[in-house]
């Protein structure tokens, strides 16, 4: 019996260091959004509501009303999934929604005084959660960390560059 084969960990094939630490970076964004993500989600599900509920809310609360469209947009959600989730909002009276005068295709969408009576209940606490999510950070290590991922997002938004390896 051979006693000197050690188990060896694979290697792992390089495409060069740049390209090498892109992936590894991705692939830590990705773990962190997970992370708050689940943190978010279990917050919201103790106070009956999913995330894509809590965001048209909060959209609604914070900047007053606003079309089905536009919500889709600053949700970064999509039509279906919007629709949806307005539906349930509107069946648990938590937004109202009239058509669009200048759209008879569109919908203004209102938040009532129950969905502004929840997300006033649950908002705070879900900033604090935010905040203590990213506390680990300085002033100055989150200020740098928000310029460079607006940096990556806003660069490569105008160029679309995902749509070119498609």
């Not at 894509?52 to 970064?76: A, R």
């Not at 938590?94 to 929840?118: C, F, H, V, Y």
């Given at each position: ?21 892109s992936m ?5 964004i ?13 917050y ?7 995330f ?25 959600s ?11 909002l509107?069946?648990?009276n ?25 997300i ?8 604090k ?18 310029d ?10 105008k ?8």
């Open positions: 019996m051979n006693t000197n084969n050690k188990s060896k960990s694979p290697k792992i094939k390089s495409y060069g260091p740049k390209v090498d630490k590894k970076t991705v692939v830590r990705d773990r962190v959004f997970h992370l708050v993500n689940n943190l978010t989600e279990n919201l599900s103790k106070n009956n509501l999913t894509n509920q809590f965001k048209v809310l909060e959209v609604l609360y914070h900047l007053g009303d606003l079309t089905t469209g536009s919500i889709t947009k600053l949700t970064s999509t039509p279906g999934n919007t629709t949806v989730v307005i539906k349930n509107k069946r648990d938590l937004i109202t929604s009239i058509k669009d005068p200048n759209d008879s295709r569109a919908s203004i969408l209102s938040i009532t005084e129950d969905g502004k009576n929840i006033e209940k649950v908002f705070p606490d879900h900033a959660n935010l905040y203590d999510f990213m506390n680990v950070l300085n002033d100055e290590e989150m200020d740098t960390l928000y460079l991922l607006n940096k990556i997002y806003n660069k490569n938004k160029e679309k560059q995902w749509r070119k390896l498609v």
